[in-house]
T-cell receptor, first 112, second 116 residues
Framework: DQQVKQNSPSLSVQEGRISILNCDYT??????FLWYKKYPAEGPTFLIS???IKDKNEDGRFTVFLNKSAKHLSLHIVPSQPGDSAVYFC???????????WGAGTKLIIKP | GAGVSQSPSNKVTEKGKDVELRCDPI?????LYWYRQSLGQGLEFLIY????????KSGLPSDRFSAERTGGSVSTLTIQRTQQEDSAVYLC??????????????FGSGTRLTVV
């Protein structure tokens, strides 16, 4: 049973436009959500996180939105740049647990 | 070191052989994780070490898999009698406890294991 789902395996966006990556979860005990970015042949790198007590967190071009009632979060990248082309993973955790539960990832392709 | 170091970066082995994968975590990080990522899949938890506590081995897929962490630092993941389904990227990560929820882990670059 997948507790964290990223339903889009890939997404193609024009450079300069907004990229929106989506993630759904099923476990209401999750209270932190994280986004990671992964380039080929590298390990995932932490991008941004959000606590369940917030509905938005912003860091430069990256904004994460959380809709707890819908158990849905999204990562917005504005404006999209060629270097943003990577696989993006959504992950979730409960404070009481030391594990992150991961989605399958979405491959973002930024077209010039 | 400055980051999490994994070796080898690539390993091709014949079915039935044993392999050892090494992870050197960030100095001072007491928590160490092993994950694997099969083609097109998310990250699958394998094992977790925290300080001197007994490791959480609940993610190990079979008894062919084992891991140890010596001196609270370097960790070795061993796969005995490798099978083709073991082919994946094996990722090691480390963190300071209590920071996982907010900052997650720091990953190494992974070992790509191919069993032929």
């Amino acid at each position: 049973d997948q507790q964290v789902k990223q339903n889009s395996p890939s997404l193609s966006v024009q450079e300069g436009r907004i990229s929106i990556l989506n993630c759904d979860y099923t476990n209401s005990m999750f209270d932190y959500f994280l986004w990671y970015k992964k380039y080929p042949a590298e390990g995932p790198t932490f991008l941004i996180s959000i606590s369940s007590i917030k509905d938005k967190n912003e860091d430069g071009r990256f904004t994460v939105f959380l809709n707890k009632s819908a158990k849905h979060l999204s990562l917005h990248i504005v404006p999209s740049q060629p270097g943003d082309s990577a696989v993006y993973f959504c992950a979730a955790s409960a404070v009481s647990n030391y594990q992150l539960i991961w989605g399958a990832g979405t491959k973002l392709i930024i077209k010039p | 070191g400055a980051g999490v170091s994994q070796s080898p970066s690539n390993k091709v082995t014949e079915k039935g052989k044993d392999v050892e994968l090494r992870c050197d975590p960030i100095s001072g990080h007491t928590a160490l994780y092993w994950y694997r990522q099969s083609l097109g899949q998310g990250l699958e938890f394998l094992i977790y070490f925290q300080g001197n506590s007994a490791p959480d081995k609940s993610g190990l897929p079979s008894d062919r898999f084992s891991a140890e962490r010596t001196g609270g630092s370097v960790s070795t993941l061993t796969i005995q009698r490798t099978q083709q389904e073991d082919s994946a990227v094996y990722l090691c990560a480390s963190s300071l406890p209590g920071q996982i929820s907010v900052y997650g882990y720091t990953f190494g670059s992974g070992t790509r294991l191919t069993v032929v």
